[in-house]
Every structure is written in structure tokens, then in C-alpha cells.
């Protein structure tokens, strides 16, 4: 059976060991989900990412850091910070996007988390093509799996319809 899942809803809410966050370079919060899992996670999330900031000067494009999940269900959070879509994939958008992916599966084996739920990374504000995101996030996932055993579930949560329907072809397929 697949490790993968696909789900619809707020990634907030889904009982996984880690979730990831869809964050920016500041570490201090923003909109979209990353403003949805500090309102539900509280206080302590932000304070642990901006301990991270006065070490290591916030989070570039591509790379994933982790903290506590305050109140929410999962143990512990990766906030990675996706590539912004400039309408071509000249800067290598593509790459940097597959790396959020990748980072974050390998933050969770090193902190011994097995289950991770993923939000479609840069679909929102960063305007990334929901087709191109999805099929490298699938991809390269699905990749991941097949050379790692450790990970037992991941899960794509998919706030809006068109991206379930994407991820569910992908699944499909
Ligand atoms: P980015 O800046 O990386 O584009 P956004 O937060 O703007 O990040 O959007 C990333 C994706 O997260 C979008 O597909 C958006 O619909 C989705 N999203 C927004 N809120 C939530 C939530 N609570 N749970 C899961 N996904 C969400």
C-alpha cells in the first residue's frame, strides 16, 4: 500500500507526528497557512523561530528548520521557505521547490518523526503553477520513498479543490 495520502482540509487540524509549514525567509509568520498555524499553534512556535533567527539569520528558499507545535496536534513543526514563481523557471524555481520537499523529509528522519503531512508549498502567495507544484512535490516525494524506508506516512494537504484533484490524478496514476 502507498505511503502517500492525500487529504482536503486545514492542515492544522491533521494528527501527524510533524507538519510542515509554507513559510518565508523572516521566520516570523505571514499569511496563508503559515498565519493559520501560529494563530492555532500559540505563541510558542513564533518564540522558538525567532530563537532560530537570532542564531542563524531566519530561513532561505529551498531550506527547512523545526520547532515545537505548541497547541497543536503534531509534535513538532518544519517551516521550509518555498521559491516565489517569477513566471519562468529560470532561477531554478522547480529545483529549489523539490528541495523544500526533501529538506523537510530529511529533518523529520533525523528528529525520529515518521509521519508528515505536507500543504501545497509556494501554490499561494509565492503564485507557483499548481500543475508544475504538484508533479515535483509528487515526484519527488515519491522518489524519497522509494530509497527511504524510515518515513511511514506522508500526507498532502490540500486546502483547495483544484490542488486535491491534481494531487488525486497524481495518486492515481
Ligand atoms: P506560499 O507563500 O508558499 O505560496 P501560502 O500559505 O500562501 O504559501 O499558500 C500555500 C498553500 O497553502 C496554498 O495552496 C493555500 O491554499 C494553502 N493553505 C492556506 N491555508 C491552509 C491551511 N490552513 N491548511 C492547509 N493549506 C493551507
Redesign the pocket.
Known amino acids: 500500500m502507498s505511503k502517500i495520502k492525500i487529504l482536503q ?6 494528527d501527524v507526528d510533524v507538519i510542515v509549514n ?3 525567509t523572516s521566520l516570523l509568520g ?8 501560529h494563530r ?1 499553534g500559540g505563541s510558542q512556535i513564533l518564540d522558538e523561530c525567532r530563537d532560530i533567527r537570532a542564531r542563524q539569520g531566519g530561513c532561505d528558499p529551498g531550506e527547512a528548520v523545526i520547532t515545537n507545535a505548541g497547541n497543536l496536534p503534531a509534535i513538532k513543526v518544519i517551516h521550509t ?2 521559491p ?1 514563481w517569477t513566471g519562468d523557471n529560470e532561477g531554478g524555481q522547480r529545483a529549489v521547490l523539490a528541495s523544500c520537499y526533501l529538506e523537510s523529509l530529511k529533518l523529520a528522519i533525523a528528529n525520529n518523526l515518521k509521519t508528515i503531512a505536507f ?10 503553477p ?1 500543475d508544475l507544484a504538484a508533479q515535483t512535490a509528487f515526484k519527488t516525494v515519491q522518489d524519497f520513498l522509494l530509497k527511504n524506508e524510515v518515513i511511514d506516512e506522508v500526507i498532502f ?4 479543490l483544484e ?1 486535491f484533484n491534481l494531487y488525486q490524478k497524481l495518486l492515481d496514476s
Open positions: 482540509g486545514d492542515i492544522t487540524k491533521v509554507a513559510a518565508n505571514g499569511g496563508g497557512v503559515d498565519g493559520a498555524i492555532a521557505v518555498g516565489v500543504p501545497n508549498i509556494s501554490t499561494g502567495v509565492y503564485r507557483f499548481k494537504v490540500c486546502f483547495d490542488n
